[in-house]
């Protein structure tokens, strides 16, 4: 403990990788106020404005604040103490202000009391020397002695110096259009995206950008704050623009329209992290910073052998799974490249559609006499790993788990249970549940022989809650934290296991989920244009080294516009390469061009999955390309529509420009020339497609 190390006069500043979050005491006595964020030469002093018709509280912008408290403007908690009284008075004594330092890590927490004595509510708030991620989170505990239930319990509040108003930059769409980049302009008002499904949702990613709306006409080059939440249950998150006020409120944690935590006498509640990031350099910085941190520090590695690349048999089979069949793609898979051959949906008992099966973890008899030890040897042989899908919080009334345990499943009292895809969710709120699912896996992995999952999450929650028990109102969190502890036993029995989270596509991808898994499956939608435009958006906010990505065969039932096998592989290459075409359907001439472009994937996947990305224009546009640079060299993968220029030249964005570079092999150019004179497109990989790497010369 180093109390106060960091305080200077009443200001404590927390160092990130290149500049500081610093708070100092608010002058009411009620928190802590943001008083600088960024590079201490770009940070804007807060100065007390005056109240007219609101109180103190109010337009004091407290980090973080109880309904009760702040009176007029939104609060990050709501506390109910029962018999009529709702909120809370919070109070900081500064002496309460602690910082820890280890290593390059700080986190200050705060101590905040209620007048009540009820309530105790800790904030935490970290950084790292080693990234730009300020993360905030606070743990509330019951210290009265009775029960407290929250109907609001936010992980955060950030009070940014940017107003009047926003423009708010986020990511939406839904299922097989996830991941699209929009934009809000808020002059005055609040907006509020989140879930109430208990998975993040295909609807919106927990992550909103926001900068000064002076700058919504300009460039995307002013300072912005990008605040995300690491969470994979219901959540919201919103950006209060108060007409007049200079600073924007950016809130958000663990929904508050479909949960209500409750806290037992001396019971603590620890809420989610919420995540930020001030970044002065626009939208490609951006997307870096969240991309160093979730490599560096939310990845278990950096290698290839927790994203290899995986040929999968959904596209190509179907719930059809048989052995014999299986094997022989199996054998196409190992001659092209394949690291490991994974089993989707079908494999286990009774699926043979998806009206049944879902529940029952062992191999189908029909499908696999023998188990799924003759497929695993023939795969071995081959050279790859072997990998399942699996669904393990989901049930059809069809199986024999769901026969037997009726009652583990979301019920929310008498209603009439709902099914989507003809299936129900798991209670995993219930520890018998919980423990069942982990024995599941156990039993699964047992033998060593699989060392791949791709773990799937196929509807939303829809009945959650458990009469009976108060504890049933925070079914998002027992379910979130329950795949969480799931992940972790994976983790930390299996190691050797990749895990691939998927849910109907991109429905629950985060940074809690980046922490606890390798890969994410980021939209079922694979038509190539279509796959572009959500990865498109995608890399903005996460990295290409989990942005799994497979080639598929046409025609795609959404995407009609044709695309060559060498744009199909260009785009797949942008992310975690993977085959789910039908390989027994391929020529001769299509398996060995597929061979050598796995090849090249493999000579740049380094600086894919490593460099930093940088996005030229969209993918909408006649010529669009994805730019991945490290120290070495960078790689341009280049995509044309109808209508590009017939001989294009493109810009690399990211070149030193005092070092040579060899285009391609060719003869070596300056790093300035290139990007200014630009580099001919010679559609090396096919006629709409084209692969430029820029080696570095010593
Ligand atoms: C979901 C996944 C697909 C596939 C199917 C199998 O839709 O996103 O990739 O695994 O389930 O049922």
């Known amino acids: 403990m180093n109390d106060n190390a960091s305080a200077d006069g009443r200001v404590w500043r927390l160092p990130t990788r290149s500049g500081e979050y610093a708070v100092s005491a608010a002058p009411d006595g009620s928190g802590l106020i943001m008083v600088g964020w960024g590079p201490p030469e770009d940070q804007q002093p807060w100065k007390e404005p005056v109240a007219v018709y609101e109180l103190d509280p109010d337009t004091v912008p407290t980090e973080y604040s ?202 603590s509640f620890e809420t989610p992290a919420s995540l930020g990031i001030c970044s002065t350099d626009g939208p490609d910085e951006l997307a870096r910073e969240w991309h160093d941190y979730q490599r560096g520090r939310l990845a278990r590695s950096r290698g290839v052998d927790h994203r290899p690349i995986v040929y999968n048999s959904w596209y190509a089979t179907g719930f059809d799974v048989e052995v014999d069949h299986q094997r022989r793609l199996a054998g196409i898979a190992a001659e092209l490249g394949a690291e490991v051959f994974v089993v989707d949906d079908g494999w286990f008992a009774g699926r043979t559609n998806d009206r049944a099966g879902l529940g029952d973890w062992v191999p189908d008899k029909i499908k696999f006499p023998d188990g799924l030890g003759p497929l695993i040897d023939s795969v071995s042989e081959a050279g790859m790993r072997f990998g399942l899908w699996v669904e393990p919080e989901a049930v059809n009334p069809d199986s024999d788990l769901f026969r037997a345990h009726p009652d583990w499943v979301y019920r929310a009292g008498d209603r009439p249970l709902v099914t989507s895809r003809n299936q129900y969710v798991l209670d995993l709120g219930r520890p018998e549940v919980l423990a069942w699912v982990g024995q599941t896996l156990r039993d699964l992995l047992a033998d060593g022989r699989i060392s791949y999952l791709k773990w799937d999450m196929n509807r939303p929650v829809s009945d959650g809650g458990r009469p009976g028990d108060d504890h049933g109102r925070q079914w998002s969190v027992q379910h979130a934290r329950g795949y969480y502890a799931l992940l972790h036993l994976l983790r930390s029995e299996f190691p050797h296991v990749t895990v691939e989270a998927c849910a109907g596509g991109g429905g629950r991808i985060d940074n809690a989920v980046l922490a606890l898994t390798d890969v994410v499956w980021t939209s079922d939608e694979t038509g190539p244009r279509d796959r572009l435009a959500i990865q498109h958006g995608f890399l903005s906010r996460y990295p290409a080294s989990v942005m799994s990505s497979w080639v598929t065969d046409e025609p795609d039932k959404l995407d009609h516009d044709p695309a060559s096998l060498g744009f199909r592989f260009a785009v797949a290459m942008t992310g975690v390469l993977g085959i789910g075409s039908d390989l027994l359907g391929w020529d001769a001439e299509t398996r060995s061009r597929a061979a050598e472009l796995i090849m090249t994937y493999k000579q740049i996947r380094d600086t894919v999955h490593n460099g930093i990305v940088r996005r030229h224009g969209h993918p909408r546009d006649p010529l669009y390309a994805s730019e991945f640079s490290d120290e070495g060299r960078s790689c341009l993968l280049v995509f044309g529509r109808p209508g590009v220029a017939a001989q294009p030249r493109i810009r690399p964005l990211g070149l030193d420009p005092d070092a040579r570079y060899r285009p391609n092999g060719g003869e070596p150019i300056t790093g300035a020339s290139a990007m200014t004179e630009g580099l001919p497109v010679r559609w090396s990989l096919a006629s709409d497609a084209d692969l430029i790497i820029l080696e570095r010369l010593r």
């Not at 705060?110 to 080693?130: F, Y």
């Not at 295909?202 to 919504?216: F, G, K, M």
């Not at 605040?227 to 959540?235: D, Q, Y």
């Not at 200079?246 to 329209?257: C, F, L, M, P, Q």
Request: net charge negative; charged share 25%.
């Open 66 to 267: 109880a309904a009760g408290t702040r009176h007029g403007r939104g609060a990050e908690l709501i506390v109910d103490h029962g018999e009529g009284l709702i909120g809370a008075r919070l109070r900081l004594d500064p002496a309460q202000v602690t910082v820890d330092t280890e290593g390059p890590r700080s986190i200050l927490r705060a101590v905040h009391t209620d007048t009540t004595g009820h309530l105790r509510l800790t904030c935490e708030i970290e950084t790292s020397r080693d990234h730009e991620v300020v993360a905030k989170r606070v743990i509330a505990k019951n210290t009265g002695g009775r029960p407290l239930t929250f109907p609001r319990l936010f992980s955060a509040g950030w009070q940014l110096p940017i107003g009047p108003g926003a423009r708010i930059d986020y990511l939406a769409g839904g299922w097989a259009h996830e991941f699209f980049e929009h934009r809000a302009v808020l002059p005055a008002g609040e907006f509020s995206i989140g879930s109430r499904q208990g998975i993040t949702s295909h609807r919106y990613s927990p992550v909103v950008t926001v900068s000064a709306l002076d700058d919504a006409e300009a460039d995307d080059d002013g300072p912005c704050y990008s605040i995300a939440l690491a969470w994979s249950g219901s959540w919201r998150m919103l950006v209060d623009a108060v007409p007049d006020a200079d600073r924007v409120r950016v809130a958000g944690g663990i929904d508050d329209e479909t949960c209500m935590i409750t806290l037992e006498p001396g019971e």
